[in-house]
């Protein structure tokens, strides 16, 4: 089962808060088929939940013919929690009042979704519309390229598209967010990057998009990876777009989205950096504390009492000094499960150990330690910084005004900040900027963020 998205979602805190133990009382038996969806991907659940005996649970995925998958099951109180062994994801949620439903979300690494699981069989679904999508035939040159990046032994594999007028062009290499995507940073079944190429190519622009290592068509692992890691995959990827011919070689700029921004930031920091920057929801704030701000908006979403948000904004600053203070990976975790699950309940146990994983990974102590205000102060090139109002994930007015801070404490002269009302982290026109509406939006990419971004290289590329 594939990863679900690429974007930066450090919300383990949040989740972990969200389902702590509770009391066993008698609840009626969850025995029978369950069905839910992540945008275009079904979800039918068997449980078997006799009041004798051990629980058990199996899962099917039609869309990748994924059949009798194997869940623990586990169901204190009013929580439910199912989890799946390989590839290594789980369900944490609650009852609903008239236990017609379990409300909760899917975790896949330092992913979550939010998922609602309904009993009863599944019924047909209308097609998703995703109009900006681009279909052939293309009013421009579009093929299929590997380059290497030999200081980490990898070949990755792309799409390059380039105006079918009379060059040359400047460029652009697209670099997405944190975890394992494509090429078109696909997400219930929108393709961002595909919009983006297709819109900048149209304008005269060539673009460079490609696999993340192990995803597609390109080699390496995600393993032990971090964004600096990313960074030299972009450095390879802009000298591979300069040597192109037809492109001015002092024209080539780099457009990062989230944890891609962070990554595209370090190769402006270098040799042979990037002539502008496009930061897309990119953090500026340190990562420590963009944890607990992103925490506190996805709460925010749920509640405004002044108590639990206390609470959470607590529990992640207590997870983050935990994290960044104990280099030892066992004496972390021993310390965030004393955070989490201070009972030592089994249930919450055993729906804790993939995200206490999670936070000793070599990303989430890269995630943690950023440093932005450091990085973005030795930015020399032109830089577009831009975020939505209702992101929740990389909250824009603070991460803008920390970027814009940045970059005018380092003295560059040419750099521009921008908040887009009503967008959210993926630059859709949302309601609440809630990650659960992602697939339920049409739009892909809002029209009028794509000819900011258009607009904005153009002039500074004299296009």
Request: proline fraction near 8%; charge should be neutral; aromatic fraction near 6%.
């Amino acid at each position: 089962m594939p990863t679900l998205t690429r974007f930066f979602l450090g919300t383990a805190a949040a989740l972990l808060s969200s389902f702590g133990a509770c009391a066993q009382t008698v609840r009626p038996s969850l025995t029978g088929d369950w069905n839910g969806a992540l945008g275009p991907i079904d979800f039918i659940l068997h449980l078997t939940d006799p009041a004798a005996g051990p629980r058990t649970a199996t899962l099917d995925i039609p869309a990748q013919k994924a059949k009798g998958l194997p869940l623990q099951f586990t169901a204190p109180g009013d929580s439910v929690y199912l989890r799946l062994a390989q590839p290594e994801a789980r369900f944490a949620g609650r009852r609903s009042a008239d236990g017609q439903q379990l409300l909760g979300e899917w975790q896949q690494g330092l992913r979550a979704f939010p998922l609602t699981l309904a009993r009863g069989a599944t019924g047909a679904k209308p097609a998703l519309r995703r109009p900006q999508t681009p279909q052939p035939p293309f009013p421009y040159q579009s093929a299929d390229i590997t380059f290497r990046n030999e200081k980490a032994g990898v070949t990755l594999a792309g799409t390059y598209t380039v105006p079918a007028d009379k060059g040359p062009f400047p460029a652009v290499v697209l670099l997405t967010g944190s975890g394992p995507e494509d090429r078109n940073e696909t997400i219930f079944g929108h393709q961002p990057f595909a919009v983006l190429a297709d819109y900048l190519t149209r304008r005269g622009i060539a673009v460079l998009r490609f696999d993340d290592r192990g995803v597609g068509q390109s080699g390496g692992t995600q393993q032990n990876m971090t964004s600096a890691d990313y960074t030299t995959d972009a450095q390879a990827a802009l000298a591979w777009l300069r040597a192109q011919p037809g492109i001015r070689k002092n024209q080539v700029g780099v457009l990062g989205h989230s944890e891609g921004g962070t990554a595209a930031i370090g190769a402006a920091i270098q040799p042979a950096g990037p002539d502008f920057l496009v930061l897309l929801a990119a953090p500026g704030i340190a990562g420590d504390e963009l944890i607990v701000q992103q925490s506190l908006a996805l709460t925010r979403l749920q509640t405004t009492d002044a108590a639990q948000l206390a609470a959470v904004e607590k529990q992640a600053r207590a997870m983050t000094q935990i994290v960044q203070k104990t280099p030892d990976d066992a004496q972390a975790r021993a310390q965030l499960t004393a955070l989490y699950n201070p009972t030592n309940a089994p249930e919450i146990k055993a729906a804790l150990e993939p995200q206490l994983a999670n936070m000793v990974s070599p990303f989430y102590r890269h995630l943690l330690a950023d440093r932005p205000a450091q990085t973005l102060a030795k930015v020399r090139c032109p830089v577009l910084a831009l975020g939505g109002s209702k992101d929740v994930q990389v909250p824009a007015t603070r991460n803008l005004a920390a970027t814009a801070a940045a970059l005018k404490a380092g003295g560059n002269r040419d750099a521009t900040t921008k908040e887009l009302p009503g967008l959210n982290h993926l630059f859709q026109t949302a309601t609440t900027g809630g990650i659960g509406e992602y697939g339920t939006i049409e739009e892909t990419f809002s029209p009028a963020a794509l000819q900011l971004i258009a607009d904005w290289i153009a002039q500074h590329t004299n296009k």
